[in-house]
Structures are given as C-alpha cells and as structure tokens.
C-alpha cells in the first residue's frame, strides 16, 4: 500500500507563507489526492482536493489563500498556503484515495503565530 509522508510545516507569523509537500512512495497518478487539517479540539476537516485529473476543490476558510498541486513525475502533492493566520494553525494531513480505499499520513503540524 502506498505511504504518504508530509513535510514543510513550521511556524509562521501571520500574513506568512509555507509550502506543504506530501511524497509518496509509489505513482500516484491515479489517485484522488487532498490534504486535510485538525485543529486541538476541533474535527478533522478538508482543506483542498485534486483528483486524478488534477481538478481542485478548496475550503471557503482557504480559497484564494491556499493552491493544491501536483507533480506526479515526482509522486508528490503540494499546498502552497499563503496570508496565513493563527486559525489556519493545526496538524496537516495528507490523504490519497484510490478504488475506495485511502490512506493518510502522519501529519505536520503548522502554528501562525506572532
């Protein structure tokens, strides 16, 4: 089955930028790919989708801020997040889908803060 590692988190002033990576450990091509976030004490939510044909859907709390890529001659996904601010703080999930099945990483944490 495919792993997913996550990178690029950190912290962050508000109005900051970072680039999350998700690498997989095999071609992911064909698989829907999306990265999600959760907050202390809050659900894990959805924060951008790009599926196989690299059609992208985000959050309203990110559009605008936020874009999803992919690079499949390199098996990873991007999230570029910019004008960060502290409610975008939380542990960023990785999460490729494919016939049904998904599979997660093990999450970055991101902190905005000044």
């Known amino acids: 089955q495919v792993q997913l590692v996550e990178s690029g988190g950190g912290l962050v002033q508000p109005g900051g930028s970072l680039r999350l990576s998700c690498a997989a450990s095999?071609?992911?091509?064909?698989?829907?790919m999306g990265w999600y976030r959760q907050a202390p004490g809050k659900e894990r939510e959805l924060v951008s989708a790009?599926?196989?044909?690299?059609?992208?859907n985000y959050a309203d709390s990110v559009k605008g801020r936020f874009t999803i890529s992919r690079d499949n001659a390199k098996n990873t996904v991007y999230l570029q997040m910019n004008s960060l601010k502290p409610e975008d703080t939380a542990v960023y999930y990785c999460?490729?889908?494919?016939?049904?099945?998904?599979?997660w990483g093990q999450g970055t944490q991101v902190t905005v803060s000044s």
């Open positions: 999460k490729g889908s494919y016939f049904g099945y998904d599979y």
């Open positions: 095999e071609r992911i091509s064909r698989y829907n």
């Open positions: 790009i599926t196989s044909g690299a059609v992208t």
